[in-house]
C-alpha cells in the first residue's frame, strides 16, 4: 500500500503540499516518477515542472534523492523503516487538464500532484485529502469520483484506488458548487457547477439523463457504480477531458440554460454536445483502448494511428445523439453538421495530412497548432467524425438497413472493453468487416490513408439529404440548413484570411494557402491598419471589398512588426466552402425510410 496525503497547504500561493509514505527495506532502490502527460491529452506536459522543494525521510533522518532526469528522482542510500517523500506543488492552470489552487476552489489531476514509485505501480493506493486550514474554508465540499473509505459529510477524509493508474483518474474539485443528482439505469450520477451563477440545474440534469441512457442503450450496459460531470463556468473557455467514471468540462457563462428557456440556445447545445461526448468516452477510449495505451505508461508520447476511431467515432455519435435522446430538433443537427463540414472545406491542410497521420502525430502538429495549422493539419476529431457518419451510412446502405455503427460499437465494447483487451491498430477496420460482413477496405484506404476529398455529397444523397456547398456570404457565415434549394451564386471576393479585430485595426490570424493575401504577400501576425487609406472594421472591409470591380487591387497597409508596409491585393472570389442542408420532403419512400432509420437509430432488424 502506498498512502498519499495532499492538503492545499497555501491557497493563496496556490500550492498544495502533497506527501507519499511507503514501506521499505534495506536493498531496495527506489525511483519515484511524475507523468509526463496526462492520458486524454496528447501532449507532453511535464508536470514535474511544478514540483517545489522535494525531500525524502527515513525513520525520522532526511535522506538524499536524486533526481536522474526532468521527472525521475532515485533514493541513494538505503531505508530501512518508512520512506516518507514530501514536496509542494505549484498549482495555477485552470484547464480541465491541470490543477489549480485559490481561495475560491482546489482542484487537480492525479498526474499533476501524485508520484508514482518505479515498479510498485499495482500496489493499491490510498490518499488522504485535506481541507485547507482556517475559517474562510470551513464550507467547502469535496467531489470526487475516487472510492471513499473514511469520509466527513463534506466529503474530506481517506479514499482509495485500485492502483497508481487508477488513482490518476479521478480528477477532485474542492469549494463551494451547485450540484445535483439523477440516475441512469440505477446508477447514480452527480452534476456538479463550480459557479454562483443562476442558471437551470433541473434542465441540465433532465436532459443529461436522457442523453446517458440514449448512450447506456447503444452500447447495452453501463460499466459503473457511480458518475460524475464536474463542471466549471468560466468568461470564456472550453474544453472537457474523459475519466473512467467522471468528466471535467469547463464553458462559458453564456452556455449555461437560463431558467425559462424555451428555444434551445446554441451554447447550451454545444454545453449538451460536449458532455454527450465525453460520456461516450467512458466506453469509447476509457474502457475500450489502444493497446499501446495499455502497454506505454505516461511517461514520454505513445503514438497510435486510431485516435480518429476514438475521438472521431465519438465526435460522429456526441451530437448525433443528442437528437435520438429528444435533446435537440432535426434541424438543430443538421445546423451542427453543416458547421462541422464547413469547418473541414475551410482547413486546405486536409490536402496535405491524411487521417491516419493527424492522429499519429497528434503529439506535435494536432495540440501545437500555430499559425499555419489550417493549411497544414487536418482534425481527426473532426474529419473523424465525418468518416465515421460516411461509415454508417455506408453500413446501412449496403446492408439495405439492417445493420449500423451502432451494431458494430456494440461489439467493439463486448469483444474490447467489457473484456478489458487492447485494440491493436487494425482491429477496427477488421471488426467492421466481420460484424457486417462487407468489404470496405477501399473506403478505409480513402478514408484513413489519402488526402483525397470526401464523398459526402454522395454520401448524403442516398437518405435524402442534399449537401450543398455555397460561397459564403459573411466572415460569420458558417452553413446551415435551407428550406429550399439554393441557388448557386458566385463569391464576393475576400482576402483569404481569417481576421480578429484589434484596437488599431485587423489583425491577420492565419493566411490561406491559395487565397488573395498570400499570393499578395501578407503573413499571419501582420495587422491591417487602413485599406485604400480608409481604416475599417471587418463588415465594412468586406463590404468594400465587394464593391470593387472585378479584377481591381486593393492597397492593404500593415504594420509587421514595427514596420509599416502596404501590399498590393487582389481579392478572389470566395470559394465554395459552407456547407448547407437541404432536407427535401419530395423524396421517394426508401430514401425517407432510411433516413428516418439513421436519424433515429431504429434498425438493426437483423
Ligand atoms: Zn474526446
Redesign the pocket.
Known sequence: MIRYSIVPESPAAHRFEVSLQLPASKGNAFELHMPAWIR?SYMVRDFARHILSLKGVCQGATVDLEKLDKQTWKLIAPCDGTLVVSYQVYAWDLSVRGAHLDVTHGYFNGPCVFLGVAGKDQEPCEVIIKRPAGERYTQWTLATTLPARHVDNQGFGRYVADNYEALLDHPVEMGLFQEAAFEVGGVPHRFVANTNQSFDLQRICADLKKICQTEVDLFGELPLSQYMFLLWVVGSGYG???HRDSTSLMIGRDSLPFKGMQKISSGYRRLLGLCS??Y??LWN?KRIRPEVFNQQGTAREVHTRQLWV??GV??YY?ELLLLRSGVIETKDYFEMLAEAVTRLHRAPGRFRQTLEESSFDAWTKFYKQDENAPNAIVSY?LKGALVALLLDLAIRLRSEGRLSLDRVMREFWHRFGKTDTGVTESAFEQLVEEVTGLNFSSEFDLWLRTTDELPLAEAFKEFGVELHLLPAKSHSDLGGVVDARPEIEGGKPVLGAKLEPRPSGLLLLQVFDGGAAQAAGLSAGDEIVAVDGLRMEQPALEAYLSQQPAESLVHVHVFRGDELMTFKVAPLPAPADTCWFFLSEDIDAAHLQRRTEWLSGHVDRG
Open positions: 486524454g472537457g477531458l474523459e461526448h465525453e461516450f468516452h477510449v476514438f475521438e465519438t465526435s456526441d476529431y
